[in-house]
């Protein structure tokens, strides 16, 4: 559906107005003297029909570059692209609306961009008003619209034109948590219709909770494209660190394993400035080691870490999470929850007892041994995959937590 091949764009980077004429009026001579940028770098990728991708990146990283050429916006410099299939975007707000004209009229003005006569679109405006759930507004300029109803708006368009190919920017995050949950939902919806999603996000349990795959941007270029869980989790480590170059933690990375003897774990990813640290996890059921748990029953983690000299005793703490399978925390422990501080430095034990309410399924141990003297956290190590636990039902129940209620009818 949609095929990048050594995509690039370059801004030219001028001090002042007057390089810009000067430029103009004596481009060979002066061109090579203004500084160009490459918001994108020979970017090359290609997306399957029914692929949810998300675009993950910090700011400046080149993700909404990316998308304002995919959609038209702007042209690259350089490369090509190919897009198999109606496409509609929610960029960041503004993209596509006349600020002048009424709600009804945007949405007629972006059924043309679309490609959509205003006959079809007139049969689609019934579906988009209620959506989008601004009331008498829909007729009133939208330059007057909350951030919050202009999003409304936007999203309803880009979704009920029924696109074969949806592309989402940041835009959902002003959004309301109803709203974004009822956005949601129909992504939901869109992946079972074989629809292919395009999703950029900070967030990224929302990354890996909608998509099955990740495409990393950094300074412009790709550094890592596939399974969500594994490239989101090397972006974890990436923004937790002090490194600037996301190269530079891929490698730092692979460099490290080679000389560090440890037990064997069998991680998603492990980072941290002293790999080793966390020397040993061990999961029981009683006095059992196992892995596999009937929901509700007592599951203990027991964590051997090695805290290294100098550290700062009172910012160092220990923290276990249980992730689902995309990789969304479920159930958070750490010390600091509970203000508990280590005593010493050197081996200690760490022993949490919680109980397993949760639904039949397989879910992801993590462990991260923290250094909280600064946001965000910090690790010395971190191991998301540090065990795996498997969760039995004798029946099957709605939802991923089971907790228990007390739950009572009475006659009235």
């Keep these: 559906m949609i095929e990048v091949k050594n995509l690039t764009k370059i801004y030219k980077m001028y001090k002042n107005p007057a390089e810009r004429i000067k430029e103009s009026l004596f481009p060979k001579s002066y061109g090579k003297k203004i500084r160009d940028f490459y918001a994108l770098n ?35 410099t350089s490369g090509k692209k190919v897009m198999d299939g109606t496409i509609s975007a929610l960029l960041e707000l503004g993209t596509g609306f006349n600020p002048e004209y009424s709600g009804i009229e945007n949405i007629y003005l972006n059924g043309t961009i679309m490609g959509l006569t205003r006959e079809q679109m007139k049969g689609k405006i019934d579906e988009i008003c209620a959506f989008a759930e601004i009331g008498d507004f829909i007729n009133q300029p939208v330059k007057n619209y909350s951030s919050g109803m202009f999003v409304r708006l936007a999203f309803a368009v880009a979704i009920n034109t029924d696109p074969e ?34 999703f950029v996000s900070h967030d ?5 909770r909608f998509c099955s795959r990740a495409i990393w941007l950094d300074g412009g ?14 972006y974890m480590e990436f923004i937790t660190s002090n490194e600037t170059d996301a190269l530079a933690v891929i490698n730092k990375q692979k460099k490290e394993r080679e000389i560090v003897v440890e037990k064997e774990f069998d991680p998603i990813n492990r980072f941290g ?37 100098g550290a700062d005793l009172e910012n160092t703490g220990l923290a276990i999470s249980i992730k689902s399978k995309n990789g969304t925390d479920l159930v958070v422990s750490a010390l600091h929850d509970y203000d508990m501080r280590f005593k010493k430095t050197g081996h200690n034990r760490v022993t949490f007892k919680l109980n397993a309410y949760l639904n039949v399924g ?13 946001l965000p956290i910090s690790y010395f190590d971190y191991i998301e995959g540090s065990a795996y636990i498997k969760i039995l039902t004798d029946r099957e129940y709605f939802g991923v937590l089971k907790v228990p209620a007390e739950v009572k009818i009475e006659d009235i």
């Design 42 to 76: 020979d970017v090359s990728f290609s997306i399957e029909k029914g692929e949810t991708v998300g675009i993950i990146g910090k700011n400046g990283s080149g993700k909404s570059t990316l998308l304002k050429i995919l959609t038209g916006v702007i042209n690259a």
């Design 165 to 198: 190919i949806l592309i989402v920017d940041e835009a959902l995050a002003v959004g309301d948590y109803r709203f974004q949950a009822k956005c949601y939902n129909k992504f939901e919806e869109m992946k079972e219709r074989g629809k292919t999603i395009l």
């Design 204 to 208: 990224i349990d929302a990354v890996r």
């Design 221 to 234: 270029r790709v550094v890592m494209d596939g399974d969500v869980n594994s490239v989101s989790s090397k």
């Design 273 to 309: 400035d002293y790999i080793g640290t966390i020397k040993n996890v061990r999961v029981f059921k009683g006095i059992e080691e196992t892995e596999v748990f009937n929901s509700g029953d007592e599951i203990t983690v027991e964590v051997d870490v090695e805290i290294p000299e």
């Design 362 to 374: 397989e879910y992801t141990l993590t462990t991260g041994l923290e250094h909280r003297d600064s």
